[in-house]
């Protein structure tokens, strides 16, 4: 049976949503949490594990002092406080992609707690308070088989591979937030980013959403004005900036129909199709007491000594809010420009493109201008559209080499997206370069002097601004090809000298 959505408009206008994030980085380090073994992605199943990461009988954990050193790098980061001393917890429960049956974590005592982290939004800055920030080691991964969603329902059979397992994992919770209305779940979408660059420039992962080193459990509920908040549910694992923003949007219509035909939400954990951008149902959401927390008795506790966190805090580099507003004057732009900017995820891309070799101005025409319209009618984010910032700096370059108009290099640029090679490699195979010399443009702009003697004649009496005319002919003529103020210099000095112009060579005899 197919339920009718509300319109989102009449959604926001009913209810009040309330959202929160729970963020998972992998962090960067070169061995696992609590033992040896690499981390580097993409190996053969089960070729990266030990006895400690398996949690075989006997084996013995021990902490990485690299990814203590990276949790509190992100949390002074995130304006949090840091913890004088804390403790590891096993999380207690049954999954096939664990290995031991429990999750060495932090429970009620957490390294990192009461941050902030601002980002923009409509022009305006929302603040996003974060509740906690702790360390834990990750999953193995499954993988279900024979069957067409990749889902464990209608498959054949399941494999595991356990080397994820172990890996150093933080866990970024912020506070619900409330407030936002309509702008949710682009609130939602501009923290996730947000943050994305904040890790990315500390250094500590990758955070490559397509390789599961960020990902993002999406929670949601709806409230009727001045109401308590409503139940929530948690779409987990979103792997696309993108993605967060269609979840939150999904889950407020789908909520909202349920409310509006009388039923109760669930709460539980949901999961989020990219192909229709709705959800469906997980599991029951499980509490703290189902978890049967307790105190880690393998490992000794954390205590930072305070100058050592003083260090690392005076080390941080330029964080990307303060970097954007640095970047902003160097640019010229005005408060909406930049926002225009963020919003199509393009800082970094114009500033390599920059430092490629060309200007901010001829960088942000591409990337806002014909790659952000590519990316958005293909559905993927403008980094990954396939056109790298030293393409663009090459493309810009032919450009004011008088080498490409601005038509030919648009299709220049197409190829370059469609993967076909380099712009300079591009222009020559498909014999795109601009036509600038006299002695071949001079024909061309004879026959159209000749075949449009009107013209000629405006021009004879005096109205130069009539050569635009004959350059469009000359234009045509060279399927776009020809240099436009070459052309029509030419056509101001060919045949009888014309009235007005600076200079002009009479025709031959």
């Known amino acids: 049976m197919t339920t009718t959505l509300p319109a989102y408009d009449e959604v926001v206008a009913r209810y009040e949503p309330v959202i929160g994030l729970e963020t998972h980085v992998e962090l960067g380090t070169n061995t696992k949490m609590f033992c040896g073994c690499p981390t580097d992605f993409g190996g053969e199943p089960n070729t990266r594990v030990c006895p400690v990461c398996l949690g075989l009988p006997g084996s013995l954990p021990v902490a990485n002092k690299a990814a203590i050193e990276a949790i509190i790098r992100i949390g002074l980061a995130l304006n949090c406080s840091i913890a004088q001393w ?54 193995g991964k499954t993988l279900h088989v024979g069957g067409a969603t990749g889902r464990i329902h209608g498959a054949t059979e399941s494999l595991v591979d356990y080397n994820r397992a172990g890996i150093p994992l933080v866990e970024i919770v912020t506070k619900p937030i409330p407030g936002t209305g309509a702008l949710a779940p682009e609130v939602a979408k501009a923290y996730v980013t947000e943050l994305r660059d904040v890790i990315r420039t500390l250094g500590v992962s990758d955070v490559r959403m397509e390789e599961g080193s960020l990902r993002c ?33 999904s889950e407020m219509l789908r909520q909202a129909s349920v409310l509006d035909a009388g039923g109760r939400i669930t709460q539980e954990t949901r999961h989020f199709h990219e192909d229709t951008g709705d959800t469906t149902p997980g599991r029951s959401k499980e509490t703290a007491t189902d978890y049967r927390y307790f105190p880690e008795p393998d490992l000794v506790p954390i205590a930072p000594d305070p100058a050592w966190v003083a260090e690392l805090k005076a080390a941080l580099p330029e964080l990307p809010r303060v ?147 004959l350059v469009g002919a000359v234009m045509k003529t060279t399927r776009g090809q020809a240099d436009a103020k070459t052309v029509r210099e030419l056509i101001l000095t060919r045949g009888s000298c014309w009235p007005g112009t600076p200079t002009c060579t009479p025709r031959p005899a």
């Open 323 to 469: 970097h954007r507003r640095r970047l902003q004057q160097q640019w010229g732009l005005s408060d909406l420009d930049m926002q225009s900017v963020l919003n199509a995820g393009a800082v970094e891309l114009i500033e390599a493109t920059v430092a490629a070799g060309t200007t901010p101005a001829a960088a942000r025409k591409w990337w806002l201008g014909e790659l952000s319209r590519r990316a958005n009618e293909s559905g993927v984010e403008l980094a990954d559209i396939g056109a790298t910032p030293a393409q663009v700096a090459e493309l810009q370059g032919l450009v004011d080499a008088g080498k490409l108009n601005d038509k030919m290099a648009r299709t220049v640029l197409e190829g370059v997206v469609d993967g076909e090679g380099s712009p300079t490699e591009i222009m020559t195979s498909r014999g795109l370069e601009v036509v600038s010399d006299t002695g071949a443009l001079t024909a061309a702009v004879d026959e159209a002097i000749a075949a449009n003697p009107g013209i000629a004649d405006k021009i004879r009496s005096g109205k130069v601004a009539a050569a635009g005319a």
């Open 217 to 249: 459990d999406v929670n949601t509920s709806l409230n009727l004005p001045a109401q308590e908040w409503g139940t929530r549910t948690e779409t987990k694992n979103v792997n696309s900036l993108r993605s967060v923003e269609r979840a939150v949007r």
């Open 86 to 139: 804390c403790r590891f917890a096993r999380k207690n429960y049954f999954y096939p992609d664990m290995p031991k049956n429990f999750q060495i974590s932090q429970y009620d005592e957490p390294i990192c707690v009461d941050g902030y982290l601002d980002v923009e939004v409509g022009g305006e800055t929302v603040r996003i308070e974060i509740e906690r920030v702790h360390l834990e080691e990750d999953t």
